[in-house]
Nanobody, 115 residues
Framework: VQLQASGGGSVQAGGSLRLSCAAS????????MGWYRQAPGKQRELVAS???????NYADSVKGRFTISRDNAKNTVYLPMNSLKPEDTGVYYC??????????WGQGTQVTVSS
């Protein structure tokens, strides 16, 4: 399985961005897809995830502002991010958890929110 992330960029506080992550390869082996982020000097943390069946999970800090969705036909997950805050700044990593518990990562994409 390969993950190709896109989106990200720089925006002022209150603005919006959208991340996308497309999976290819053995896509039938993917259970959960999602996004993690890592701010400078901090550990990587879950932002949002979604299972193949559509069950979602969010970090408390993004609830109500980010909405993850998944198009199983296109093997793609989307993360529109609204009302962005400076503390949302970091490198965002697409993630896929396979049914055999293997965890995969896509390349990181930078999100910078200025105040």
């Amino acid at each position: 399985v390969q993950l190709q992330a896109s989106g990200g960029g720089s925006v002022q506080a209150g603005g919006s961005l959208r991340l996308s992550c497309a999976a290819s390869g053995r896509i039938y082996s993917i259970n959960t897809m999602g996004w993690y982020r890592q701010a400078p000097g901090k550990q990587r943390e879950l932002v949002a995830s979604i299972t193949r069946g559509g069950r979602t999970n969010y970090a408390d800090s993004v609830k109500g502002r980010f909405t993850i969705s998944r198009d199983n036909a296109k093997n793609t997950v989307y993360l529109p991010m609204n009302s962005l805050k400076p503390e949302d700044t970091g490198v965002y990593y697409c993630n896929a958890d396979l049914y055999d518990t293997t965890r995969l990562w896509g390349q990181g994409t930078q999100v910078t929110v200025s105040s």
